[in-house]
């Protein structure tokens, strides 16, 4: 079994920063990409921001030079640097990871964490 944790999320004000990071545990023999997805209400969920394991970056065009994804291989977590927030960032945020658990490569989600940006 594979768990993904989410933290760093919260209530911000229009022009804030939030780090969000996102740990993967259990049952992991290798993990591939990992990503942030947001949904907000109302809205299907979307892509902001994906990582491969040798670390080349795509992101959401409403993102671009605003947020950045990294990861830490040894520590199986990938982060999301947001800056320069606005209010139509608020959505919740669910890690994503490719991850082969010895039965095989499976897509992981995390339980979601809350990012509000105050105008």
């Known amino acids: 079994q594979v768990h993904l944790v989410e933290s760093g999320g919260g209530l911000v004000q229009s022009g804030g920063s939030l780090r969000l990071s996102c740990a993967a545990s259990?049952?992991?023999?290798?993990?591939?990409?990992m990503g942030w997805y947001r949904q907000a209400p109302g809205k299907q969920r979307e892509l902001v921001a994906r990582i491969t394991n040798g670390g080349s970056t795509n992101y959401a065009d409403s993102v671009k030079g605003r947020f950045t994804i990294s990861r830490d291989n040894a520590k199986n977590t990938v982060y999301l640097q947001m800056n320069s927030l606005k209010p139509e960032d608020t959505a919740v945020y669910y890690c994503?990871?490719?991850?082969?658990?010895?039965?095989?490569?499976?897509?992981?989600w995390g339980q979601g964490t809350q990012v509000t940006v105050s105008s």
């Open positions: 994503n990871a490719d991850i082969s658990d010895g039965a095989g490569p499976n897509q992981w």
């Open positions: 259990g049952s992991i023999f290798s993990i591939r990409d």
